[in-house]
Nanobody, 119 residues
Framework: QVQVQESGGGLVQAGGSLSVSCVAS????????MGWYRQAPGKQRELVAI???????TYVDSVKVRFTISRDNAKNTICLQMNSLKPEYTAVYYC?????????????WGQGTQETVSS
């Protein structure tokens, strides 16, 4: 069965860098968009960055110059490189993927990985 798993979260000081990775596994025919979302305590989950199968990227405005999302289609993985981190970026980061097991895509979510940025 299909699974989406994140890794790479942790504790980092403000101004530092951190990366998170995500891999999709299982009986996968193809993957369309993949992306990262985050949810801070008491707040709604929000989109951070997405990347299409062809490599087109979209970022939330606040992270455009700091974060970079990349994708390896052969390995069914994405990575989010996060630089110049701020305390307000502290959140659980979730990987999302639209995965095709047939011709129709379905939404899959990882369990999330905690990122904490200290001041």
């Amino acid at each position: 069965q299909v699974q989406v798993q994140e890794s790479g979260g942790g504790l980092v000081q403000a101004g530092g860098s951190l990366s998170v990775s995500c891999v999709a596994s299982g009986k996968i025919f193809s993957i369309n968009d993949m992306g990262w979302y985050r949810q801070a305590p008491g707040k709604q989950r929000e989109l951070v960055a997405i990347i299409t199968k062809a490599g087109s990227t979209t970022y939330v405005d606040s992270v455009k110059v700091r974060f970079t999302i990349s994708r390896d289609n052969a390995k069914n993985t994405i990575c989010l490189q996060m630089n110049s981190l701020k305390p307000e970026y502290t959140a659980v980061y979730y990987c999302h993927a639209e995965i095709l097991r047939t011709r129709k895509g379905n939404d899959y979510w990882g369990q999330g990985t905690q990122e904490t940025v200290s001041s």
